[in-house]
T-cell receptor
Framework: DSGVTQTPKHLITATGQRVTLRCSPR?????VYWYQQSLDQGLQFLIQ???????AKGNILERFSAQQFPDLHSELNLSSLELGDSALYFC????????????FGPGTRLTVL | AQKVTQAQTEISVVEKEDVTLDCVYE???????LFWYKQPPSGELVFLIR??????QNEISGRYSWNFQKSTSSFNFTITASQVVDSAVYFC??????????????FGIGTKLQVIP
């Protein structure tokens, strides 16, 4: 158990809908990262937050947004969902200092029908 | 350009064989870290090792060993006497500091290892 929790574990929804994925980092970790993993791609970095502030953006679509709250949990919002958004979404946390390993949550499997 | 290259997309070995997973990285930083993660069929990502750019000593942990060579920008992972439980996707990752001094991590596409009983 990495100490990172993600909810829900599975999510099935329809095209055009909006969903929210939630992540609670390990106790003491200030950084939260979101990744998307689909069948035909590796781990695609989406976005990083550090202590409530956005720090880095990767291949995140404009239909997606995220935030990190004062209690350090984070939410990833996906809107106007398309079939291609079906993927495993991982959250990871780290202390935020450079070079520390990231601890991954179990992931949320999103299926868009 | 890919910063972390895992050229082997899939490898199959018979149980008890040794197998090496290759990782080649690219960075201009003198200080950086390299990681290996394992993703078993159950899906979770498990941290295996962290190595900093100033430590080129090989590391061994049980049946796992890592060979870090700065001269070739490689950080290869060897499993000795492979077991079925080693079947997983293995990711190599590079961590650098961005211009603001924060962590920037790049993952390779992963190598799927299948160990056949």
């Amino acid at each position: 158990d990495s100490g990172v929790t993600q909810t829900p574990k599975h999510l099935i929804t329809a095209t055009g809908q909006r969903v929210t994925l939630r992540c609670s980092p390990r106790s003491g970790d200030l950084s939260v990262y979101w990744y998307q993993q689909s069948l035909d791609q590796g781990l695609q970095f989406l976005i990083q937050y550090y202590n409530g502030e956005e720090r880095a953006k990767g291949n995140i679509l404009e239909r997606f947004s995220a935030q990190q709250f004062p209690d350090l949990h984070s939410e990833l919002n996906l809107s106007s969902l398309e079939l291609g958004d079906s993927a495993l979404y991982f959250c990871a946390s780290s202390t935020g200092t450079v070079y520390n390993e990231q601890f991954f949550g179990p992931g949320t499997r999103l299926t868009v029908l | 350009a890919q910063k972390v290259t895992q050229a082997q997309t899939e490898i199959s070995v018979v149980e008890k064989e040794d197998v090496t997973l290759d990782c080649v990285y690219e960075t201009r930083d003198t200080t950086y870290y390299l990681f290996w993660y394992k993703q078993p069929p159950s899906g979770e990502l498990v941290f295996l090792i962290r190595r900093n750019s100033f430590d080129e000593q090989n590391e061994i942990s049980g049946r796992y060993s890592w060979n870090f060579q700065k001269s070739t920008s490689s950080f290869n992972f060897t499993i000795t006497a492979s077991q079925v439980v080693d079947s997983a996707v293995y990711f190599c990752a590079l961590s650098e500091a961005d211009s603001g001094g924060y962590q920037k991590v790049t993952f390779g596409i992963g190598t799927k290892l299948q160990v056949i009983p």
